[in-house]
């Protein structure tokens, strides 16, 4: 008898309504309010079923930084282990610095000990060395039972947040499917001394989000079609009462979005545009917020054809409109006081018989013609559709975009910013602030006029890409500049994820393959938007 295999899901089955399997989180009293001994709290009775206790080191003074200082609850830990941490770590290299950590076992014969003591490096205890914390002791800890820690005890809820954020993103595993077994999952439950109960709702909010867009992103693009990417959308909205429009290839043709139609145009699954919508309740400001995602499916290259090393990651060119939804879906479980849209343009760029054509004049969705140069720079076309029906149709106060644009952003910047463009300053500066809080860092590029020259067109209102020979350089400046021409001086952002949207192993917070990349980000900026716009409407 041959054994059963875990087939995907069929390809208009709604994945994103999958349940997350993350640890679930709960608070103890902190240390320092029990009397007595002063690590009580972390001492696991018998039937308690905690099989990992973890607690918290940090590099020694400026002269003494090979010794390990220890946090709240490190010492007590050591006196029942019976062990000289200070002598293993000097054994074993650890310094204390984030994501550092120090196994120990109980000593021979004991019963009454949790099986494992983790003696994890927090560094400064800065924000991002608190996400890398917790990304190591979730890796560490994968397939337990029950923790019980006291490493984010006594830390800011801001510093807590961070920590759980990491331990989350950090267990994520993606979807797979065959005969072979997955991976241990995350621990089954963690006990948290201390523990700031906002801090774990904002991470486990950010940390969904997260999830959720990895599992987009990561999904083979023989499921991942537009069509499925709109079963998506509509889970989204089902699950959390948000309002969804879809526009099909008959209603994106028959309205004018033939930026969307050309790129789906060579494809047996046709585009897509997919408005999804949150809308606060009582308390609402007069603020609209639209974020809109580039949807690549797959992207071939189109007549353009890309060569063969580039293609196996162009499952991931729909990043940017995973990002979106899992931002949206993230603004609804905030309830921030202003509406939040998400545009979803989704196409694939394949080759066919019907396939658009350099040379080909695409009119847009505001009447702008291109004359198009390069198939496989599609991405531009279909944001410049969704860019300019969010401009004419729902009058933003901010436009936000996001997408795997350039590689030139990638080859400029490398793996771990995004580039960020924009044509107001006090975005701009809310963005950047936003990098800071959530970990997520930009780098600002400029949007430089006197390249303009680049995009003209002798038959059509624009060229979508620099003339063949021109050796222009500026990959990444050229698109944004391209988008601009659809925001009618609109507050605009446009952030290239090329670079940062996949890791090839795991590296901090981000795990193997799509690493979500800008939901944090827009998260912490939806946040803090909705922070001002409550002050000021006390």
Avoid at 231 to 259: N, S, T
Avoid at 509 to 522: C, M, P, Q, V
Wanted: glycine share 12%; aromatic share 4%.
């Amino acid at each position: 008898m041959r054994p059963s295999r875990q087939n995907s899901k069929p390809a208009g089955a709604p994945q994103a309504t999958r349940r997350l399997s993350m640890t679930t989180v709960s608070g103890l009293a902190p240390l320092a309010e029990r009397p007595g001994d002063p690590a009580q709290g972390l001492q696991a009775l018998p039937g308690e079923g905690v099989d990992v206790l973890a607690v918290a080191i940090a590099p020694g003074p400026p002269g003494d930084r090979t010794v390990p200082e220890p946090r709240r609850g490190a010492v007590e830990a050591a006196v029942r282990y019976g062990i000289d941490v200070a002598a293993r770590a000097e054994a074993a290299g650890i310094t204390g610095k984030a994501g550092e950590h120090l196994v120990v076992e109980p000593p021979r014969g004991s019963t009454d000990l949790p099986g494992k003591l983790i003696y994890l490096g927090v560094g400064d205890e800065s924000h991002q060395s608190m996400r890398r914390a917790g990304a190591t002791l979730a890796r560490a800890t994968s397939g337990a039972q029950k923790i019980r820690m006291s490493v984010i005890d006594s830390l800011t809820a801001q510093a807590q947040q961070a920590f759980l954020e990491g331990f989350f993103l950090g267990g994520y595993r993606a979807p797979r499917t065959g005969l072979n077994a997955a991976g241990k999952p995350m621990a089954a439950h963690m006990e948290v001394t201390g523990l700031v109960p906002q801090a774990l709702e904002l991470a486990e909010i950010s940390a969904r989000a997260a999830w959720l867009a990895r599992d987009l992103t990561n999904t083979p693009p023989d499921t991942a079609t537009p069509e499925w990417m709109a079963a998506q959308g509509a889970a989204v909205a089902a699950g959390h009462g948000l309002d969804i429009e879809v526009w099909d290839p008959q209603r994106l043709a028959a309205e004018g979005f033939g930026g969307l139609s050309a790129v789906g145009s060579g494809s047996a699954n046709g585009p897509r545009l997919v408005r999804v919508t949150y809308r606060p309740g009582a308390g609402a400001v007069e603020d609209r917020v639209v974020l809109v995602g580039k949807g690549i499916t797959f992207d071939s290259g189109g007549i353009s054809l890309k060569p063969r090393e580039s293609m196996p990651a162009m499952k991931m060119d729909m990043a940017g409109s995973a990002v979106v939804l899992a931002a949206v879906q993230a603004a609804a479980e905030l309830q921030v006081p202003f509406e939040v849209t998400g545009l979803l343009a989704l196409a694939e760029n394949a080759l066919g018989g019907a396939s658009y054509r350099p040379g080909d004049i695409v009119r847009t969705y505001n009447g702008t013609t291109v004359e198009i140069g390069n198939t496989d720079a599609e991405g531009r076309m279909v944001l410049a559709d969704a860019l300019a029906y969010a401009v004419q149709d729902l009058h933003p106060s901010a436009l936000i975009d996001v997408a795997t644009l350039t590689g030139a952003a990638a080859l400029g910047l490398g793996k771990r910013h995004a580039a960020l463009f924009g044509n107001d300053p006090q975005l701009l500066s809310a963005l950047e602030a936003a990098a800071s809080s959530s970990g997520e860092p930009l780098w600002q590029l400029p949007l430089v006029p006197e390249y303009d020259y680049l995009l003209e067109s002798a038959s059509a209102d624009l060229a979508h890409v620099a003339p063949v020979g021109a050796k222009a350089g500026a990959g990444a400046i050229l698109g944004a500049l391209f988008l601009e021409k659809f925001v009618d001086g609109t507050p605009w952002i446009h952030l290239d994820i090329a670079g940062p949207m996949e890791v090839s192993s795991d590296t901090h917070e981000y795990s193997k393959g799509a690493t979500g990349f800008g939901a944090r980000l827009l998260i912490a900026f939806l946040r803090a938007r909705a922070a001002r716009a409550r002050a000021q409407s006390a």
